[in-house]
Structures are given as structure tokens and as C-alpha cells.
């Protein structure tokens, strides 16, 4: 079984930066893909971006591209999302997830993964 838990989720300005954090656990901890996804209020869930485990390929979504980044701590079993120039429409819950599923194009979507933490909420203010 894997846990994932996030942090550093808050209230910031639009136009601000933020880092979330997602700590796995577990003793058979060795995904293929970690991924972030977030959901507003009466949103589905959205795909945000995922990286492979083995070698760092990350891929965005188009509204996150150029402003998001992830990156990882193969060691601490740990990935990051950085969120740069924030506004208001990225206030959501972000939620980490974890798959054993190859690299795929269904990265992109929510049923190609195994494992979800409990979210961090992210609130962007004008």
C-alpha cells in the first residue's frame, strides 16, 4: 500500500509563487508516474502535469505550461509542484496521485491512476 500526503498548500496573491509537496510511503513504493491534478468548486478534477519516475520526462497541461513545474526527490520519495505567476482561476484543491501504469497518453486522466492523497488547498487571491 502507498500513502501520499501533501503540503504547503495557503492563501496567496495572484501573481505569487508557491511550492506544494507530495511525501510517498509505503514499502512497495516504485511508481511509474506521479502525477497532480486539482478540482475547484463544482469543477471536475483537471489534470495539472506528471512526471516519470525513472528519468524526470515531465508533461502539462496547456493551462499550467510555462507556469508550473515538477520536480522530484528520488531519495526522499518526494515530488513537487512549483506554481509560478498564480491567479486567481488556479484556486483549487491540488491532490498528488501516483500510477503503476506505463507512460501513457491516459496520463492525462484521472482513472489511469492507483493511488491519491488527501489534496492541499491552494487559494489565489486578486
Known amino acids: 500500500q502507498v500513502q501520499l500526503v501533501e503540503s504547503g498548500g495557503g492563501l496567496v496573491q495572484a501573481g505569487d509563487s508557491l511550492t506544494l509537496s507530495c511525501a510517498a510511503s509505503g514499502r512497495t513504493f516504485n511508481p511509474i508516474t506521479m502525477g497532480w491534478f486539482r478540482q475547484s468548486p463544482g469543477k471536475e478534477r483537471e489534470f495539472v502535469g506528471a512526471t516519470r519516475w525513472s528519468d524526470g520526462s515531465t508533461y502539462y497541461a496547456d493551462s499550467v505550461k510555462g507556469r508550473f513545474t515538477i520536480f522530484q526527490e528520488n531519495a526522499k520519495s518526494t515530488v513537487h509542484l512549483q506554481l509560478n505567476s498564480l491567479n486567481p482561476e488556479d484556486t483549487a484543491v491540488y491532490y498528488c496521485?501516483?500510477?503503476?501504469?506505463?507512460?501513457?497518453?491516459?496520463?492525462?486522466?484521472?482513472?489511469?491512476?492507483?493511488?491519491w492523497g488527501q489534496g492541499t488547498q491552494v487559494t489565489v487571491s486578486s
Open positions: 496521485t501516483a500510477s503503476n501504469r506505463p507512460w501513457a497518453p491516459s496520463i492525462i486522466l484521472a482513472t489511469y491512476y492507483d493511488y
